[in-house]
């Protein structure tokens, strides 16, 4: 059997659109065994996933001495044939490298964050289309399995974890049992989170609100009398608990472009995700409900993490009733090149 090595260390929310691919090559090449290598506060995402063989758990605190000490260790050990590199950056692409696969393929140099880094690779893959992480990366199993059908992301919860984020929902004060709104609130100080308008919409519907607020979104401007789920450092697999719970129970995810929406979007539950800065064509999760601002400002899109506007972010000023509606995945249904 040969054995393979998925290389996609960050972010939360780029790991989890590349996982629709991963899952399309299983699917088409099952007699591949597939193995990951990812940072250590993601690794919990990949458990429970039936094509995953192992996880090699990258500390990236420990730097270079890491990377060339017990990532390449473990990396080698494993003896995979091939590397695929999800991420397309130097630190992806040292990793496919330094794992001693022969075979190294990858995006191409426009693709790539780091386009020079394509040196390290022994295949170059062109990508054609929107510098989505879920397109790249269909793009790049195809090189094994060119008949891969475009498939959304699948994280799976096991019935212990769903109890759990269900028991933490009820502590909360929200019946776990009956449909409600999870909103997911980010620091004041991203551009990309939501704003007073989407959270006072949110507060006067007709579900119990549930704010969900992330382990460094303790600034977050929470509405008074709101009933709060504080997520901490290594809790992602309460997060993607609470997704099955809240799509049981028939809710809603309000989130912004960020990782907590990508993983409850991935679980199944029902998501509405607000796009300011960014452009949905090149994150927004495939299965999710895509909203923009109604009259967006000139300076959308935009990658800056601290908003430069002299009103601040005035793309995020909206409600959901008030977005206008985007396609997040048109690749979704395209063809593979083979049928």
């Given at each position: 059997?040969t054995?393979?090595?998925?290389?996609?260390?960050?972010?939360?929310g780029?790991?989890?659109?590349?996982?629709?691919?991963?899952?399309?090559?299983?699917?088409?090449r099952?007699d591949?065994?597939?193995?990951?290598?990812?940072?250590?506060?993601?690794?919990?995402?990949?458990?429970?996933?039936?094509?995953?063989?192992?996880?090699?758990?990258?500390?990236?605190?420990?730097?270079?001495?890491?990377?060339?000490?017990?990532?390449?260790?473990?990396?080698?050990?494993?003896n995979?044939?091939?590397?695929l590199?999800?991420?397309?950056?130097?630190?992806?692409?040292?990793?496919?490298?330094?794992?001693?696969?022969p075979?190294?393929?990858?995006?191409?140099g426009?693709?790539?964050?780091?386009?020079?880094?394509?040196?390290?690779?022994?295949?170059?893959?062109?990508?054609?289309?929107?510098?989505?992480?879920?397109?790249?990366?269909?793009?790049?199993?195809?090189?094994?399995?060119?008949?891969?059908?475009?498939?959304?992301p699948?994280?799976?919860?096991?019935?212990?974890?769903?109890e759990v984020?269900?028991?933490?929902?009820?502590?909360?004060?929200?019946d776990?049992?009956?449909?409600?709104?999870?909103?997911?609130?980010?620091?004041?100080?991203?551009?990309?989170?939501?704003?007073?308008a989407?959270?006072?919409?949110?507060?006067?519907?007709?579900?119990?609100?549930?704010?969900?607020?992330?382990?460094?979104?303790?600034?977050?401007?929470?509405?008074?009398?709101?009933?709060?789920?504080?997520?901490?450092?290594?809790?992602?697999?309460?997060?993607?608990?609470?997704?099955?719970?809240?799509?049981?129970?028939?809710?809603?995810?309000?989130?912004?472009?960020?990782?907590?929406?990508?993983?409850?979007?991935?679980?199944?539950?029902?998501?509405?995700?607000l796009?300011?800065?960014?452009?949905?064509?090149?994150?927004?999760?495939?299965t999710?409900?895509?909203?923009?601002?109604?009259?967006?400002?000139?300076?959308?899109?935009?990658?800056?993490?601290?908003?430069?506007?002299a009103e601040?972010?005035?793309?995020?000023?909206?409600?959901?009733?008030?977005?206008?509606?985007?396609?997040?995945?048109?690749?979704?249904?395209?063809?593979?090149?083979?049928?």
């Amino acid at each position: 059997m040969t054995r393979v090595l998925i290389v996609r260390l960050s972010a939360m929310g780029d790991l989890v659109q590349s996982l629709g691919a991963v899952r399309a090559l299983h699917e088409a090449r099952p007699d591949l065994e597939l193995h990951f290598v990812t940072q250590k506060e993601n690794a919990p995402l990949l458990e429970q996933l039936p094509f995953v063989a192992s996880v090699v758990q990258h500390d990236r605190r420990g730097g270079v001495r890491a990377l060339l000490g017990t990532t390449r260790s473990a990396m080698r050990r494993l003896n995979c044939e091939v590397a695929l590199d999800l991420q397309g950056n130097w630190k992806s692409a040292a990793c496919a490298w330094l794992s001693g696969a022969p075979l190294r393929i990858g995006a191409a140099g426009p693709w790539r964050q780091e386009p020079w880094s394509q040196v390290l690779l022994t295949k170059q893959v062109l990508v054609d289309g929107p510098r989505h992480p879920g397109l790249a990366a269909l793009a790049i199993v195809r090189e094994l399995a060119p008949s891969a059908r475009a498939l959304p992301p699948l994280l799976v919860a096991t019935e212990s974890e769903v109890e759990v984020a269900a028991q933490t929902v009820r502590d909360a004060g929200v019946d776990p049992g009956k449909p409600f709104l999870a909103l997911l609130l980010g620091s004041p100080g991203d551009p990309r989170s939501l704003r007073s308008a989407a959270v006072a919409e949110a507060m006067a519907g007709r579900l119990p609100v549930l704010v969900v607020l992330g382990p460094q979104n303790s600034d977050a401007e929470v509405p008074p009398g709101a009933a709060v789920l504080q997520q901490s450092r290594g809790q992602l697999r309460r997060l993607v608990g609470l997704g099955e719970v809240v799509n049981r129970s028939g809710g809603e995810v309000w989130g912004a472009d960020q990782g907590p929406t990508h993983v409850l979007a991935a679980v199944g539950a029902k998501a509405t995700v607000l796009f300011g800065p960014q452009d949905p064509i090149r994150t927004a999760p495939p299965t999710g409900r895509i909203l923009q601002h109604p009259a967006p400002p000139p300076c959308m899109p935009c990658s800056k993490m601290r908003c430069s506007h002299a009103e601040g972010p005035v793309c995020m000023n909206f409600a959901p009733s008030q977005g206008r509606e985007a396609l997040a995945a048109p690749w979704l249904a395209a063809k593979p090149s083979v049928e």
